[in-house]
C-alpha cells in the first residue's frame, strides 16, 4: 500500500507504529539497522518475531530449525502470525511456501532487514 492511498489518520497511525522502534527524535529510516542490532542482542524470539510480523515489508528473520526427522537447516521466514502458544506460521523464503514452525524447534533468531534479503534464499545444513 502506498502513501499516497492511506487515509491522514491511517497514515498518522502507521508512522506512529513504525517510529516506535526509533530514539526519540529519529526517524525510523536512520535507526532501522540499530533495530536489528538491538533485536539480535536483547529480544527474545517471540518479540524478534512480533517485530517481523508488525512489519513484514522491512523485516524477516533467521533461524536455525530441527525438523520431524532432526535435520537441522538454517532459514530465513517472513513470519505471518502465530498459530498457538508454540508455533508460528510463516512464509519459508528457501521453500518459497508457507510453513509451520513449532517454536521449541527454533533457535538463534536474527531480525534481518528484508531489503537484504532474495527470494529463493538457500537453506543450510547445519549437521
Not at 537447516?73 to 518459497?96: K, M, N, Y
Not at 534464499?121 to 547445519?126: A, C, P, R, S, T
Request: proline share 5%; charged share 25%.
Amino acid at each position: 500500500m502506498s502513501v499516497a492511498t492511506l487515509s491522514p489518520a491511517a497514515f498518522n497511525a502507521s508512522e506512529q507504529a513504525t517510529t516506535a522502534f526509533a530514539p526519540s527524535g529519529e526517524t525510523f529510516a536512520r535507526s532501522h539497522g540499530r533495530v536489528c542490532d538491538r533485536a539480535n542482542s536483547k529480544w527474545s524470539p517471540s518479540k524478534v518475531l512480533r517485530t517481523a510480523m508488525a512489519d513484514s515489508d522491512r523485516f524477516v528473520v533467521q533461524l536455525d530449525y530441527v525438523d520431524s526427522k532432526g535435520k537441522r537447516t538454517r532459514r530465513t521466514v517472513s513470519p505471518i502470525r502465530f498459530a498457538a502458544s508454540d508455533r508460528f506460521l510463516g512464509l519459508c523464503l528457501c521453500r518459497e511456501e508457507p510453513r509451520q514452525f513449532h517454536l521449541s524447534r527454533c533457535s538463534n533468531f536474527q531480525l534481518l532487514d528484508a531489503d537484504d534479503v532474495i527470494m529463493p534464499v538457500e537453506m543450510v545444513e547445519l549437521d
